[in-house]
């Protein structure tokens, strides 16, 4: 059952993955990381997510509301299992990353919260020259300096932080941009503004 109407031809798809916010392939990951392929599971989760630990950690995982296994006992524990494919896999996974710069963008990302940690990475795995800029003292952003340690560690934000470096992403901590037009006078072909939502709703 699907908030959407059913396509002519592509007629089904895992309810599970149509409850992700980013459509993982959900069931890709959890048949591989059942067969104890972590590495390879860890590749399907990384296509669309590059912040395996922080969201294998904090997730809402709406993708379990809509788990078939729900019909039958329970729904599979879809989060832990990313979490266990991140922890598992991740030296193996890391050993794959290569810094691609075969294209001739060269891209600014200004905040190193989620939202720019996941756009660097992702630009940079499709060969941009990444240039990334956060004006505090670590990468993680509200997820770092809001969330509790009792909910996730520093460790997990830095496991997701270290796959940029190994990426080739050029990291300026302690450095606020106040212009994007500084940005391009320096020569970035692009800028993506990822500076978070600090303030309460």
Same mark, same amino acid.
């Given at each position: ?11 089904? @798809? ?64 879809? @989060? ?122």
């Amino acid at each position: 059952k699907m908030p959407r109407k059913v396509p002519l031809l592509d007629c089904y @798809r895992a309810p599970c993955t149509d409850g992700c916010p980013i459509e993982q392939d959900v069931p890709a990951y959890v048949e591989l990381a059942g067969r104890g392929a972590y590495r390879e599971a860890l590749e399907v989760i990384c296509e669309k997510n590059p912040l395996p630990f922080i969201t294998g950690t904090i997730c809402a995982h709406p993708c379990t509301k809509g788990c078939t296994r729900n019909f039958y006992e329970e729904n599979i524990r879809i @989060r832990e299992v990313k979490l266990l494919s991140a922890g598992r896999g991740y030296t193996d996974f890391v050993e794959l990353l290569t810094p691609r710069a075969t294209r001739s963008e060269r891209v600014a990302v200004v905040g190193g919260g989620p939202g720019g940690m996941a756009a660097a990475f992702l630009l940079a795995r499709g060969g941009a020259r990444v240039t990334l800029y956060e004006k505090r003292a670590a990468l993680g952003g509200i997820v770092r300096y809001a969330i509790p340690r009792f909910r996730i560690a520093e460790a997990s934000i830095e496991k997701d932080a270290a796959m940029l470096k190994k990426l080739g992403i050029e990291i300026h901590l302690n450095s606020e941009i106040l212009s994007p037009q500084a940005l391009f006078a320096e020569g970035f072909s692009h800028v993506v503004l990822a500076i978070g939502a600090w303030k309460s709703g």
